[in-house]
């Protein structure tokens, strides 16, 4: 044993930088959104379902109005303009944060013209508004700061600080919720925010001075040239992430909200695992379509399709236990809507693999047409859904969404690639991926008919551990596809 630990060692020692930075930031992005979910169970048991449903869409409206008063610079420009502008980078990177800073300016300005309209939109105290407003003015400077670190593979002060805020932000959290019983959706957020400003504002003044240039209309021209064509994009995926909260608040309650946003964190739970793994088979994809092997890609992308299936599947026999665990019994009304997020999941997964092809050949208007359409959808469905059968009926609109995204990306990609004059039936086995699918929704709908009858379920999870020894050799195929 103590030879294996030695020679693990040995081996990570021997890593290069970029390996070792890459090990180090996958570890710290799952451990902080672990934390993230761990801390689920004290926050819904220490405030009321209308408290916490109140918090859920703060933290929605602030993703949302984000994309206006940061542009998301940190995930377009920025990085891009690192490489650009590479013997002047600090310039640079002051000069995108003073970007940010002046169009949060704006954005609040706006608010203050029509607050009274905002207010009674937003469904939140001013006093609320204005902190959102200040974590959306320093937050930036965290993310411009931690794309720079990761450039530079430095990952141990990246690590530091992120795993310190997460942990930071819960355990205040927690204290203030807990000695303001009055005020538990108040001590909610200014603790969030209040952390922020510890950590996030000597970075963002550490930024300023060694840039020494806010404005530099160059760099400024730069970033928004890059950034403001992929609004569209960034919107609506966050419509479609982010929108069904804040519609079941405005036309149901905050106390589904909060029923619904739990089920929605459970549901994807599986997300951060598909989305690891898609970030490892895109290169692979690019690799394959620049060498022509499309067959490695149509092999492997099955082997991806069913591990990941198994995961969702997983995800919905567990879904009563997994909210009752994490959530207590007055949540248990939202197991329903788990099920059909749960395959949402997988109908991520199942796009992705399509607009990696997308990516490959840079039809990026495709990838944005398809978001704005679907996320468009999403609020029309979900206004006419949830004021007829309930906040339910957002579980259901979400899954149609994704059905239509995923055959968005299909069409899109077929014509990519008839236009590269290749069969797309020789890069995905299409036939394979609509089986997948029909039983996904057909195990879906009979998870949700019989999650009164616990032995059914485990019944189910027997029949798959069965499976899974039979055919071990095949599963043990797949795993390390996915290694690879």
């Known amino acids: 044993m103590k030879d294996k630990v030695i020679a693990l060692k040995k081996k990570y020692v021997n890593l290069s930088s970029p390996v070792k930075a890459s090990v180090w930031f996958t570890i710290c992005n799952i451990l902080n959104k672990s934390i993230a979910l761990l801390s689920t169970p004290i926050f819904t048991r220490i405030m009321t379902t209308s408290e916490y449903g109140d918090y859920t869409v703060f933290q929605s409206w602030y993703a949302l109005i984000l994309i206006f008063s940061s542009l998301n610079l940190a995930s377009g420009a920025y990085p891009k303009g690192l490489i650009e502008f590479e013997d002047d980078r600090k310039k640079f990177t002051s000069s995108v944060m003073g970007l940010s800073v002046f169009c949060t300016a704006i954005v609040f300005i706006v608010y203050l013209i029509g607050q009274k309209f905002w207010t009674e939109l937003f469904g939140l105290a001013p006093v609320l508004i204005y902190a959102m407003f200040l974590k959306m003015l320093i937050s930036p400077a965290y993310e411009l700061w931690a794309t720079q670190k990761r450039f530079a593979y430095e990952y141990k002060s990246l690590v530091t600080l992120s795993l310190s805020s997460t942990i930071l932000s819960v355990v205040v959290a927690t204290i203030a919720v807990l000695n303001l019983?009055?005020?538990?959706?108040?001590?909610?957020?200014?603790?969030?925010?209040g952390v922020n400003v510890v950590l996030c504002l000597p970075i963002l003044i550490l930024l300023f001075v060694r840039g020494k240039q806010k404005i530099n209309f160059k760099y400024w021209k730069y970033a928004l040239r890059f950034n403001l064509p992929l609004i569209p994009h960034f919107l609506s995926m966050m419509v479609l992430n982010q929108a069904d909260r804040i519609m079941i608040k405005s036309l149901d309650s905050s106390s589904h909200a909060a029923m619904y946003g739990i089920a929605y964190t459970i549901g994807t739970v599986a997300i951060l695992v598909v989305?690891?793994?898609?970030?490892?088979?895109?290169?692979?994809?690019?690799?394959?379509?620049?060498?022509?092997?499309?067959?490695?890609?149509k092999k492997n992308a099955n082997l991806l399709i069913i591990f990941v299936a198994g995961i969702v599947v997983v995800s919905m026999i567990f879904a009563p236990e997994i909210i009752y665990i994490f959530a207590g019994k007055q949540y248990t009304d939202a197991i329903g809507i788990v099920p059909p997020i749960a395959v949402s999941v997988f109908l991520i997964f199942m796009y992705s693999v399509f607009s990696n092809v997308e990516y490959y050949y840079k039809k990026t208007t495709y990838i944005a047409v398809a978001s704005v359409i679907c996320s468009i959808a999403n609020i029309g469905l979900n206004y006419v859904f949830i004021l007829k059968f309930g906040y339910y009926a957002a579980g259901y609109t979400t899954l149609f969404c994704y059905i239509l995204l995923a055959i968005f990306h299909l069409f899109f990609c077929n014509r990519i690639l008839k236009n590269e004059k290749i069969p797309i039936n020789s890069v995905f086995d299409l036939r394979f991926y609509a089986v997948v699918l029909i039983g996904m929704l057909t195990l879906m709908l009979f998870m949700i008919a019989t999650y009164n009858y616990f032995w059914i379920r485990y019944l189910i999870l027997l029949l798959i551990f069965v499976f899974a020894i039979i055919y071990r050799r095949k599963l043990m195929e797949i795993i390390k596809s996915v290694k690879r």
Not at 183 to 189: K, N, P, S, T
Not at 278 to 287: A, D, G, I, L, R
């Open 181 to 193: 019983p009055n005020f538990r959706l108040f001590a909610r957020v200014f603790s969030d925010v």
């Open 275 to 297: 989305t690891a793994i898609n970030n490892s088979f895109v290169p692979y994809v690019y690799t394959s379509i620049k060498d022509k092997q499309y067959g490695n890609i």
